[in-house]
């Protein structure tokens, strides 16, 4: 038992060593470099060796048919002049690596080189080749002494006449080649272990090299911290590999900012929201709580708290509409339905308010549009609302809806109110933004309801824009993407 568990322990902390290893990019850079480097020394020291091996083979051959060629020669020019046949073969040998053997038909030796017999007897030679074939490659083979030796064998005619014939056997001492092919292999063996050392150390420092810029990287993100958003990595300084990732960062670092800016100015404007509504129930708490009152002073101080508990329950279900909104697993169900017919039915609801104030709503178009009607309604609500609250006695709002080429749909709500300054158009669908005039005329607003027309089209997959004319108009303008290039889960 003791065993098996030293083996799985050795298997995990092999396991270990092994993912620790390859899951760092310096040591994986530094491993294929000293493998690409070893293919390239291995298959260049290979090449190498061929080259010189095949060289000296084909050398050697040479060698060897020349001087068979040369055997027939003299005995086909010369067949009565054994000086000249004797001295190619005993002096020329003697002095030479290559060593001869001439025998006669019946395989009787006629002339050889002398001691030839005690290295390599005729028998180890191979067949010979006919008079007419030449001579090209030999056979290696080994002789008493160890030495190694090319033998070769043909057969030669004596003179012009084609009556008799001699059996040449020839031998080339290449020992000496085999000495030197043993250690240059020995050499190239040296070459690729230190080249394989020395690439191994190469791709260890390049690779280090290579990802300073990384590690550089990573040291600047390090000290970016929440009090120090505004630091950016910067693409212009580092390799073009990195530069898309330190753009990509840099871009990230800006999203975060500005949530994180939002995040703190929603929080400020949540807490000043919540402020006031509080305050003025504790003040009338207070001042009902100083002396005794009577049963009507107390039903005010109840009717007055009830609206600004109103007004805290609204504020608080438009903040858990717009926290749903935002999650990424809400989903809206869509249905086909008549765009004219629920603007209408939005304008009824909102009658006898505008007929309060004076404004006249109209409405105008048609369009069939696949969307989520309560929420449909509810964004048109939230702007007949709005301009209702901003349109001065005998103004006019109007709604317009069509259906445009694509498919898609828009519907346009103008005022003819008191407009929105320039530097606040850019800001007007923020959370809790409301302009000081705004403020200062309806203390009763919460600055969410622009904010969640914003929500309702970015669950559609649509789009607001707002047009205004300080003192003159306003138009917002909502539109609904075909249902075909709009999202079905449309948070992401």
Known sequence: MSLKTAENKTGKRVGLDYYVFWSSITSRLAFLYALSAFGMLLLSTVFLYWVLASGLERNNNKLLADEVRILRLILQEHPDDPEALEQEVKLEGANSQFIARILDEGSHTLIETPGMNGIITPPLFPTPIGVTEEPREGVRCKSHDGKSYLLMAAWAEVGH????????QGALDISQDDVFIVNYRRKLAVVLFFGILF???????????????????????????????????????WPKELTALATAFDEMLNRLEDSFTQLSQFSADLAHELRTPINNLMGEAEVALSRTRTLDEYRQVLESSLEEYARLSRMIDNLLFLARAESPETRIERSLFN????????????????????????????ALLNAEPILFRRAISNLLSNALQYTPPGGKITISVKQ?????????VSDTGSGIAPEHLPRVIDRFYRADRARSQYPQGT?????????????????VAIQSKPAKETTITLRFLPYSLSPRITRL
Do not use: W, Y
């Not at 006449?161 to 040449?168: A, D, E, K, N, T």
């Not at 191994?200 to 990287?217: D, F, H, Q, S, Y």
């Not at 445009?404 to 346009?412: A, G, K, P, R």
């Not at 600055?447 to 789009?463: F, N, P, Q, R, Y």
């Open 199 to 237: 690439s191994t150390g190469a791709g260890v420092a390049v690779a280090r090299k290579g990802m300073r810029p990384l590690g550089e990287i990573t040291k600047m993100a390090q000290r970016i911290t929440a009090t120090q958003l505004h630091e950016r990595i910067g693409p212009a300084r």
């Open 447 to 463: 600055g969410l309801g622009l904010a969640i027309v914003k929500s309702i089209m970015d669950l559609h997959g649509g789009t």
């Open 339 to 366: 765009a004219g017919k629920e603007i209408e039915a939005v304008r009824e609801f909102h009658e006898a308010m505008s007929e309060e104030q004076e404004v006249e709503i109209t409405c105008q178009g048609n």
């Open 161 to 168: 006449s084609g009556g008799r014939q001699r059996l040449l």
């Open 404 to 412: 445009l080429e694509n498919q898609s749909v828009e519907v346009n």
